[in-house]
C-alpha cells in the first residue's frame, strides 16, 4: 500500500528557516510528479511547489525566491527548504504524490510562524 511520511514541521520565528520532508514507500514504482501543498485555517487548500521526474518546479508565486523543492528519486523522497518565513506561510503542509493514476496524500505537518 503507497504512503507518504511527512516531517520537518514545527514553530519559527518570521524569517527563519524550516524544511519538510517527505518519504513515500509502498506501491510506488517511478513517481512522475511530487509536491507540497498547504492549507490555512479557513482557506482552500493550495498547491505551493511541484517537482515532476526531470526536475521541472512549478512554484505559488507568493514563495517564489524564498521556497526550494527537490527530489531525491532514489529515495522516493521529496524536500520543501523554506526560508524568510512569513506569519502568512502558517498552515498545515501536505505533501502529495502521483504515478500515473495512483495519487496519494501526506497525513499533513504544521507549520507555524510567529511575528
Known amino acids: 500500500q503507497a504512503q507518504l511520511v511527512e516531517s520537518g514541521g514545527g514553530v519559527v520565528q518570521a524569517g527563519g528557516s524550516l524544511r519538510l520532508s517527505c518519504a513515500a514507500s509502498g506501491s510506488f514504482f517511478t513517481i512522475h510528479v511530487m509536491a507540497w501543498f498547504r492549507q490555512a485555517p479557513g482557506k482552500e487548500r493550495e498547491l505551493v511547489a511541484s517537482?515532476?521526474?526531470?526536475?521541472?518546479?512549478n512554484y505559488l508565486d507568493s514563495v517564489k525566491g524564498r521556497f526550494t523543492i527537490s527530489r531525491e528519486n532514489a529515495k522516493n523522497t521529496v524536500y520543501l527548504q523554506m526560508n524568510s518565513l512569513k506569519p502568512e506561510d502558517t498552515a498545515v503542509y501536505y505533501c502529495?504524490?502521483?504515478?500515473?493514476?495512483?495519487?496519494?496524500w501526506g497525513q499533513g505537518t504544521l507549520v507555524s510562524v510567529s511575528s
Open positions: 502529495y504524490c502521483r504515478e500515473r493514476a495512483l495519487e496519494v
Open positions: 517537482i515532476n521526474l526531470g526536475g521541472s518546479t
